[in-house]
């Protein structure tokens, strides 16, 4: 399996939901090596501060598919998942996550201190997928500066 070419599908989300008047974040569910579905952040086109590009893809996926058990799926994700994201994740048991920049890269980019938000969910959950950090991240950390250095997060 081939993690660059789905981080950057990835990050071509990232940059389409700024397109779309959004916050630069993007997501991609793999089965099989296959790209079974897509999202992009959309919070402010939604009207919707949970609509993250995680959280999102998870509430379409599992609502237009029935499936609710991703233990045999992998999401690439343009930036480590939100608490609430990586919250989503175990719910529906990913089986894996790939992610490009940090929680740490983008707080800094902030001008704030970070943490792996990931991580801390992770651990202390009944449910940890297994994590690949860093593919691709300085590209998506790219779109990430760009965007933030004239937009305030939230």
Known sequence: MNDNVFMKRA???????????NE?????????????YT?????????????HGEAGLIRRFCEETG????TEY??????????MCSGAMVWVKLGRLVYGAS????????????????RMVFENSFHSPQVTSGILREES?????SYFKSHAKG
Request: proline share 4%; aromatic share 6%; net charge negative.
């Open 103 to 118: 929680n740490d890269d983008l707080e800094r980019i902030l001008g704030n201190d970070g943490c792996e938000c990931s």
């Open 74 to 83: 992998t999401m690439y994700s343009s930036c480590e998942p939100c608490f």
């Open 24 to 36: 630069p974040f993007g997501a991609v569910l793999v089965k099989n090596g296959e790209v079974v």
């Open 11 to 21: 990050i071509e989300l990232s940059r389409l939901a700024v397109e779309h008047g």
């Open 39 to 51: 999202n992009e952040n959309q919070i402010y086109t939604m009207h919707d501060p949970s609509f």
């Open 67 to 70: 499936i609710t058990d991703l």
């Open 141 to 145: 950390l790219a779109v990430l500066e």
